[in-house]
């Protein structure tokens, strides 16, 4: 069975400080991998994928297979960045996304 | 960039009454639609897989009599709520996947429902 774990509900940082949002996944086979962002009052909307290997506003997330982690990192956190991150994943052959439990992130001041 | 729109956006009905959520594609087609259900606080569960001119596929426990789905079109995915009772009361989100466009899913912007 599949399951996506993020074990931090809450997490705040302070402005400027490096910021890791972790996500854990089980899955039988190959996964793709995704965080989701949703900004106050707006919309679910895609930030990164780990077949694109990009970075997207500055965050990154490897794909750990050994570890059957994503984790979503920056390196300098702005205040734009406080929202509800969601890692999600998609099985093989899948059509949905299983998505985690989500962590709200709070950038202070 | 691709969009998926939501009616209405909110609504309260009273126990026993069915609600119809609409959910849009508006400039993009998608064979596939998906419902999810959010508490608060709480993640996205999916309820649904809606695929264009087929019967929708349900969730382990989501009951299709009460989670009416239809998907008459490319653009188009419906989903009816009968019978409300309170414990329906949600925020419930749609999505939808580009046909063309392959992975990536749109979502709307939620349905909250308050079942008095």
């Known amino acids: 069975a599949q399951r996506v774990t993020q074990p931090e509900k809450l997490l705040s940082v302070f402005k400027g400080a490096p910021v890791e949002l972790k996500c854990n996944y089980s899955y039988s086979g190959s996964p793709e991998l995704f965080w989701y962002v949703q900004y106050s009052r707006q919309r679910l909307q895609l930030l990164l994928r780990?077949?694109s290997r990009e970075s997207i506003k500055g965050f990154t997330a490897d794909l750990n297979k050994g570890e059957t982690s994503f984790h979503l990192k920056k390196p300098f956190a702005q205040e734009e960045d406080s929202a509800m991150y969601y890692c999600a994943l998609k099985g093989t052959g899948a059509n949905n996304l299983f998505f985690g439990t989500g962590t709200r992130l709070t950038v202070i001041p | 960039g691709a969009v998926v729109s939501q009616h209405p956006s909110w609504v309260i009905c009273k126990s026993g009454t069915s609600v119809k959520i609409e959910c849009r594609s508006l400039?993009?087609?998608?064979?596939?639609m998906f419902w999810y259900r959010q508490f608060p606080k709480q993640s996205l569960m999916l309820m649904a897989t809606?695929?264009?001119?087929?019967?929708?596929?349900?969730e382990q426990g989501v009951e299709k009599d009460k989670f009416l789905i239809n998907h008459a079109s490319l653009t188009l995915s419906t989903l009816t709520v009968t019978s409300a009772h309170p414990e329906d009361s949600s925020f419930y989100i749609c999505?939808?996947?580009?046909?063309?466009?392959?992975?990536?899913?749109?979502f709307g912007p939620g349905t909250r429902l308050t079942v008095t």
């Open positions: 400039d993009f087609q998608a064979t596939t």
């Open positions: 999505s939808a996947r580009d046909s063309v466009g392959g992975y990536e899913q749109y």
């Open positions: 780990h077949i």
């Open positions: 809606s695929n264009e001119g087929s019967k929708a596929t349900y």
